[in-house]
Each structure stands twice: as C-alpha cells, then as structure tokens.
C-alpha cells in the first residue's frame, strides 16, 4: 500500500531512481524538456524582473533534475563507455551550473553576449 504523502509520478520519479533508460533521460527529458522550457520564455515580459528570477530559477532545478538523472540513470546504457561518459559531463554540469547560475542572475552573460562589459 502507498502512503498518502508520498509524491509517486513514474515519468518524474523513475529517472531520479535510475529506472529509465539513459537514451529517454537525453532525448525526451534533456533535449525535448529544454526545447519546451526555453519555449515558456516565448510567453514572459522580458522586462519583469520578477518573472526572469523565477525563469530562471526554474530552469537551474530543471537543470540539476535532468543533470541528477543523467547520472543515476547512466547504468542502463549498453556500453560501458558511454555511461562513463555520461557520470563524468553530468558531475562537471553540477560543478559549472552555481558559476553559469550566477553569471545569468548578476546579468553578465547577457551583456556579454550584447558585447558590453
């Protein structure tokens, strides 16, 4: 029996435990999650400071959620390599992602990419 409080979404859970394979975790969660969450930014006032914040804020839990299950689910690839490869970009994404956090809330890669300084 389940209990009552406990959050149970196998599309959401499975990957956190290391039950989908790493192919769907890339595709369906890396690639497509993030092509549909960069979408969302289509329909936010550029010009809310409020609404950017939260962007993205959302975008780093939804950064670390895919980068967490990469890692756990890097053992149901075939190949013993590519698993390693997988463990090893998703421990330096979680090493690099407070730095581009921080750059992307004080604004620098923004003016950066406007060629300000």
């Known amino acids: 029996m389940r209990k009552a409080n406990q959050f149970s979404w196998p599309a959401v859970t499975d990957p956190l435990r290391g ?4 192919s769907r975790v890339v ?3 890396g690639v497509l999650g993030s092509l549909a969450y960069g979408a ?4 936010l006032d550029a010009g809310s ?3 950017m914040r939260l962007y993205s804020i959302g975008g780093l839990v939804f950064s670390i959620y895919v980068t967490v ?8 690839c ?3 390599f590519w698993a390693r ?7 330096l994404t979680l090493l690099l992602l407070p730095l581009l956090f ?3 809330w004080s604004g620098a890669l923004s003016l950066a990419l406007l060629g300000e300084q």
């Open 40 to 43: 969302l930014e289509l329909f």
């Open 69 to 76: 299950a990469t890692y756990r689910c890097a053992g149901n």
């Open 78 to 80: 075939g190949s013993p």
């Open 49 to 51: 400071a409020v609404e």
């Open 85 to 91: 490869m997988a463990r090893l970009s998703a421990v």
């Open 27 to 29: 595709w369906v969660y």
């Open 19 to 22: 039950k989908t394979p790493l």
């Open 102 to 104: 921080y750059l992307d």
